[in-house]
């Protein structure tokens, strides 16, 4: 295993390959074909002495040697990736992504308990769904995502479970002979398939009358009159009223919000800590 050093291309490739599941998922976020894919993860494997991934015609998966080396690749690319950082005199960038149904009120509140904890931290932010998250995730365009329980995945660190409820605007009223109007987020949002899941199964007609490219257009939609909305408390503007019960919807579940992080020690894992225990706070408040 000693000569000459491993190809850190080559690493990174076989890490978003890993990751990935995928040769031409891999060769798609890095902007190359697949057959460059295939051929620098061969030369890797030739150099390393063993096979990293077991290809089939679906999809690839590690070998037992590559499960192994896929930690160690990935901590050789963070410290290549801080050694640049440092040498440039640059600030170190910590990039989050939070799903837009878990970034409500308390944002500026977190955000301030980060710069607190480091002031000298770059921090980038960006607000979406969690499917759309946590494939940038996936694609090691962002280093940390807070985002709810998706579908497939059993991954990621717990820090709340919150209660979601049927909200309207204060007097709103449901005229029974109509099916109830929902105001939803844009899709993909795993809360709205929940939603429309949910009322399906009790058999309560309901029809889509106001969909939002984010939870603000979706709570000004429940406060200017226009119908029912699944969500959490505290994004509800003060008013805003649970018809849950009055007009026997089922019941939605307390649902998990999640941190999937690369992110392991340093002063950007400092901030993250500050940011996740600023989050519980707030979702227990």
Same mark, same amino acid.
Request: glycine share 10%; hydrophobic share 45%; charged share 25%.
């Given at each position: ?180 109007? #929902?105001?939803? @987020? ?5 809360? $709205? +398939?929940?939603? /429309? !899941?949910?009322? =399906? %199964?009790? *058999? ?47 019941? #939605?579940?307390? @649902? ?5 992080? $690369? +992110?392991?020690? /340093? !002063?950007?894992? =400092? %901030?993250? *800590? ?12």
């Amino acid at each position: 295993m000693t000569g000459r050093p491993l190809d850190l291309d080559a690493v990174l490739t076989f890490v978003r390959t890993a990751e990935l599941g995928s040769f031409t998922l891999a060769a798609e976020t890095m902007g190359t074909t697949q057959a460059a894919v295939s051929l620098k993860l061969k030369r890797l494997e030739e150099r390393l002495g063993f096979r990293l991934l077991e290809r089939t015609p679906r999809h690839v998966q590690l070998s037992g040697r590559g499960a192994a080396f896929l930690e160690h690749a990935r901590e050789l690319l963070d410290v290549h990736d801080r050694a640049l950082h440092a040498l440039a005199g640059v600030r170190q960038r910590l990039t989050i992504g939070i799903s837009d149904h878990v970034a409500g009120p308390e944002l500026p509140t977190l955000i301030a308990r980060m710069n607190a904890q480091d002031p000298e931290l770059l921090i980038e932010i960006r607000i979406g769904s969690s499917a759309d998250l946590l494939q940038c995730f996936d694609r090691r365009e962002l280093d940390t995502v807070i985002v709810r329980l998706h579908a497939g995945r059993n991954d990621g660190q717990m820090l709340a479970e919150e209660r979601f409820g049927w909200f309207a605007g204060p007097g709103w009223q449901h005229r029974p002979d109509e099916p109830l109007p #929902l105001a939803t @987020l844009a899709e993909p949002c795993g809360v $709205r +398939v929940m939603a /429309g !899941r949910l009322l =399906d %199964a009790a *058999d309560v007609p309901w029809e889509e009358i106001f969909v939002g490219g984010g939870v603000a257009a979706v709570s000004a939609a429940v406060m200017a009159g226009l119908g029912v909305a699944a969500l959490a408390p505290r994004m509800l503007p003060f008013g805003a009223v649970d018809v849950g019960n009055r007009l026997g919807l089922p019941d #939605l579940p307390r @649902l998990p919000v999640l941190l999937h992080t $690369r +992110v392991r020690d /340093g !002063r950007p894992r =400092d %901030a993250l *800590d500050a940011l996740s225990a600023a989050f519980r706070s707030a979702v227990r408040g």
